[in-house]
């Protein structure tokens, strides 16, 4: 079990928006700034978003990610069947540990 | 170009030791916390250690505590993992990836392709 809660599974049509949520607690989500990694099968993960909000160069803006209180979302717009991968949040809590959430398969259909 | 490598995985018996190795190349590796992240097949990413750019900062996820330790050489640009006492739920792709600097801890914008260890008699 994952301390941070993400949906197993979301599906949506080709062109359409998606969201993935992502729910902590004031330990990590609460106090820290949330990440979003995209990740094929037999390939490293990539960084999609950083401090809740931001993209790194070279994503493109069909990616967009928010936070608010203890929980954070990943949205995509124009779903492509490219997208079609394993999504993870990421934060680091107060603990000093980084932490993970169970991944979200998310499915073009 | 930014790269990772990682190394040294491969079958292992239970209750033995093994060592990985994250070669860097492409930045300056002295300036930057690394981690080491891991998957299980079938299952989902598991942070697993952070060690500071100098060394002397080191942090691990509480199913490793006490078994693994971190270290870099950072006149060779290499980072390590060493393994002990190792289980079965071992078992996994073992990453090592960069913390992106001027970010919120915990942010791993570089990763490598992973190495696999396998426990097993």
């Not at chain 1, 969201?19 to 390939?43: A, D, E, L, R």
């Not at chain 2, 078992?91 to 992106?100: L, P, Q």
Request: include cysteine; aromatic fraction near 10%.
């Amino acid at each position: 079990q994952s301390v941070l809660t993400q949906p197993p599974s979301v599906s949506a049509a080709p062109g359409q928006k998606v969201t993935i949520s992502c729910s902590g607690s004031s330990s990590n989500i609460g106090s820290n700034y949330v990440s979003w990694y995209q990740k094929f099968p037999g390939t490293a993960p990539k960084l999609l978003i950083f401090d809740s909000d931001k993209r790194p160069s070279g994503i493109p803006d069909r990616f967009s990610g928010s936070k608010s209180g203890t929980s954070a979302t990943l949205a995509i717009t124009g779903l492509q069947t490219g997208d079609e991968a394993d999504y993870y949040c990421g934060t680091w809590d107060n603990s000093l540990s980084a932490l993970f959430g169970g991944g979200t398969k998310l499915t073009v259909l | 170009q930014v790269r990772l490598v990682e190394s040294g995985g491969g079958v292992v018996q239970p209750g033995k030791s093994l060592r990985l190795s994250c070669a860097a190349s492409g930045f300056t590796f002295s300036s930057y916390t690394m981690h080491w992240v891991r998957q299980a097949p079938g299952m989902g990413l598991e942070w697993l250690a952070v060690i500071s750019y100098v060394g002397n900062n080191q942090f691990f996820a509480d199913s490793v505590k006490g078994r693994f330790s971190i270290s870099r050489d950072n006149s060779q640009k290499t980072l390590f993992l060493q393994m002990n006492r190792m289980r079965a739920e071992d078992t996994a792709v073992y990453y090592c990836a960069r913390e992106r600097d001027s970010s919120g801890l915990g942010v791993f914008d570089v990763w490598g392709q992973g190495t696999m260890v396998t426990v097993s008699s």
